[in-house]
């Protein structure tokens, strides 16, 4: 058994924890303790792509290696460390981009189904969205039935997953100068389902043997997931469901209620999380829990499902990955769902030592042991409500001696998409990022960071998302934040206007005040970090601050990261020009020569580069030297006197 | 769209005038209750798409396009 303190930075995990240990159930933070990572797996020296491996080809442990030992160092193809490396990198792209944009998918089928009026559950909810799709989309507006509009946008979005020739349409979004880079390199790319396949064809065994070309063809695939799915969903998810707006919303364990029945979504699809926040609040349902004895019907999310409920209906969350667990340990969960992505499999482990029922809800991710109620949106609010069904007559078997819930959850205000930013910044009648362009060049604010991504067990939770966003926003580094991360930050206190006296520079701080937000915003679901590329695209294209991603003075992170998604949206933003530093471990550390082509000559093409440090401070200190040295590039690295202008000077101007 | 109210003055000669009261919207949301629908307030298509073509001129201005404008000229 882990000893508690060391698992988390936040003492509602820390109290969870001894619970869980005093009921003798094991969690994440136990079998971290006893499964060590294979060193050679960690950097990418594994590759069992054939049945003639698994090859390993680690490089010796501290000495310099000959170049004998070099050659030497092939699996029983000849496949190189380098060729090994990069494939296992550019499998790992390929995955995340799958996950993203299978989910944008489902998201996609049903679109198409609610516009063509085939489901009574779902609507177009955001209609201006909608025109704002049918705009980028080269759909027609004019007159046009909304129905007939929305059936377009959807058929588009659909067709854009196999599109086999040209590029996805989205790309077009994205600033000029970037569109030509990834043109000229031949990087933009078709659909995701073709960039995916072609990269799990390239990574088999005898195809691609040239790290660089895998390395480049795996940035093309990124930006499939980043400008294609991922977007594809947000945008899909915002038509449908509505663009998030600045909602108030309380976060950690202490949002479980005693005496409600307590219900977690927990998963990645807001599809159910929807129809679930319905149903809650249907008075039938309401009186039926009632009649069970509880006082009410409490939702909390989960993971990004929370992020999507939370950012658009205030739904509290429950907790974040490393978390899971311990929601069901509190004894006070009648029932937990869970669809896609990031739900670990000791949950119904877990959930057979009390009384809460695991439900898995999708086809494409069941769990042994588990109940199955498949999510049919033919029927959403009618499945929503039997599983509410199911929690309220589990509220019976509750055992409130086990019962354990955490006092503390905090506020937070989220809901911050690129929309939402642009009309807070400049309201209904001059929307704009000027504002932030105007605070960046005169410094009150130094630049912008995207700090996202998941936990993983192998460091404490949350410490170095606090620790390295707390160093950020201290330095004047106004941050952007979506999934796991969000969380993390909204439990540490960083997501309210007032966190920002607390926490943040001077600079940031004045800014923060005269608009009235948060130092760091939480801008969505992991899917949602489209919305981040949005925002900086609004940036460059408002002026000041060059014309190309890459000239911004910004940076991402993910810290805490433990999921093949991290890497993909680590790739399609190094790919779209950021500086990207990932904690933890890295992937590639096995071959220089690739780590160094990701690190270092990435920049020479794509004008956006990978580093790792595993320390946050360390961390959050490169982000700044990168941001300091864009701030120099612009030429805003120093104040600059004011000059008022007479008509001599104009005329000294106009003769020059 | 916001809902004007008035409240009635005296002025200094005693005449009793009309004049508009706050129109300002609370400004705080707690869980569950209403939020700030600003989206809501663009009424008709016209307004919606009106309102694309400026605040997200980025993208769908025809005569203006930031920083870009000066390479790119529409």
């Keep these: 058994m882990a000893e508690a303190k060391a698992v988390s930075v936040d003492q509602v995990t820390i109290e969870a924890y001894e619970k869980a240990k005093g009921d003798g159930v094991e969690t994440v933070f136990d079998r971290v303790s006893r499964i060590k990572p294979c060193p050679i797996g960690a950097g990418g020296a594994c590759c069992k792509n054939c049945a003639m491996g698994p090859c390993r080809v680690p490089a010796p442990k501290n000495r310099e290696e000959t170049p004998e030992e070099k050659a030497k160092r092939t699996g029983v193809c000849g496949a190189t460390a380098e060729t090994i490396a990069a494939r296992n990198f550019a499998r790992m792209v390929a995955a995340g981009a799958s996950a993203h944009s299978d989910h944008a998918r489902g998201v996609a089928e049903t679109f198409l189904k609610a516009a063509k009026g085939e489901l009574k559950d779902f609507a177009i909810k955001d209609e ?45 979004r994205a600033p000029l100068k970037r569109q030509e880079i990834w043109r000229n390199l031949g990087i933009a790319p078709r659909g995701v389902d073709r960039e995916v396949v072609e990269m799990l064809h390239r990574t088999h065994i005898g195809v691609d043997q040239d790290y660089e070309n895998i390395l480049m063809h795996a940035a093309r695939t990124s930006l499939a997931d980043g400008w294609g799915g991922s977007m594809i969903s947000t945008e899909l998810q915002d038509v449908m469901f509505g663009t998030p707006e600045p ?239 969000a969380m993390a930050a909204g439990e540490m206190g960083l997501m309210t206007p007032e966190a920002a006296l607390e926490y943040a520079g001077d600079g940031l701080r004045s800014v923060c005040e005269a608009v009235g937000i948060p130092p760091v915003l939480h801008v969505g679901s992991c899917v949602d970090n489209s919305r981040i590329l949005m925002a900086a695209t609004a940036m460059v294209k408002d002026g000041g601050l060059g014309d190309d991603i890459s000239d911004l003075p910004a940076a991402g992170a993910a810290p805490e990261w433990m999921s093949e998604k991290a890497i993909s949206i680590g790739e399609y933003f190094v790919a779209s020009g950021v500086f990207t530093v990932f904690g933890v471990t890295w992937p590639t550390t096995n071959s220089e020569a690739v780590t160094k082509y990701l690190f270092e000559k990435y920049e020479d093409s794509l004008k956006g580069m990978w580093a790792f440090e595993q320390d946050p401070v360390k961390a959050a200190q490169m982000m700044i030297a990168h941001i300091d040295k864009k701030r120099k590039e612009l030429g805003i690295d120093k104040a600059r006197e004011r000059i008022l202008y007479d008509m001599e000077k104009r005329r000294e101007l106009d003769a020059a | 769209m916001v809902e004007y109210k008035y409240e009635e003055k005296e002025l200094p000669d005693g005449t009793k005038v009309k004049v508009l009261a706050d129109t ?51």
């Design chain 1, 247 to 485: 909602v108030a919303g309380r976060v950690n364990l202490g949002i479980l209620k005693k005496d409600h029945v307590n219900i977690i979504i927990h998963g990645h699809e807001p599809l159910l999380p929807e129809m679930m926040v319905i149903a809650s609040q249907d008075p039938e349902m309401l009186k039926y829990a009632e009649s069970k004895g509880a006082k009410g019907i409490n939702l909390g999310g989960l993971c990004c499902s929370a992020n999507e409920i939370l950012m658009r209906h205030g739904i509290p969350v429950a907790g974040n990955f490393l978390q899971q667990e311990l929601a069901i340990t509190t004894g006070a969960v009648e029932l937990m769902t869970v669809d896609v992505q990031c739900q670990m499999e000791s949950l119904q482990q877990v959930a057979s030592c009390y009384h809460t029922k695991l439900i898995t809800t999708d086809r494409r991710a069941r769990i042994e042991g588990a109940q199955h109620i498949q999510f049919e949106e033919e029927r959403g609010l009618e499945v929503a409500k039997e599983i509410l069904k199911m929690a309220i007559d589990n509220f019976a078997n509750r055992n409130q001696d086990r019962v354990m819930i955490p006092d503390e959850s905090k506020e937070m205000v989220v809901g911050f998409s690129h929309e939402t930013i642009n009309y807070l910044l400049g309201g209904m009648f001059r929307a704009s990022y000027r504002p932030l362009n105007d605070n960046i060049i005169n410094g009150r604010i130094r630049g912008v960071a995207g700090v996202v991504g998941c936990n993983n067990a192998r460091v404490q939770h949350n410490s170095n998302f606090m620790v390295m966003i707390k160093e950020l926003i201290k330095n004047d580094v106004l941050v952007l934040t979506t999934g796991c991360s």
């Design chain 1, 128 to 172: 201006q969205k909608l025109y704002q799709l049918a705009m980028d989309l080269g759909v027609e507006i004019d007159d046009r039935d909304l129905k007939d509009i929305a059936v377009e946008v959807g058929e588009i979005c659909l067709a854009e997953f196999g599109k086999q020739e040209g590029e996805i349409i989205f790309l077009k």
């Design chain 2, 24 to 74: 300002f919207e609370p400004g705080e949301t707690e869980p569950g209750k209403e939020k700030i629908d600003w989206r809501g307030r663009l009424f008709s298509r016209d307004w919606k798409l009106k309102y694309l073509q400026t605040g997200e001129r980025y993208w769908f201005s025809k005569s203006w396009y930031g920083s870009e404008k000066r390479k790119n000229p529409a």
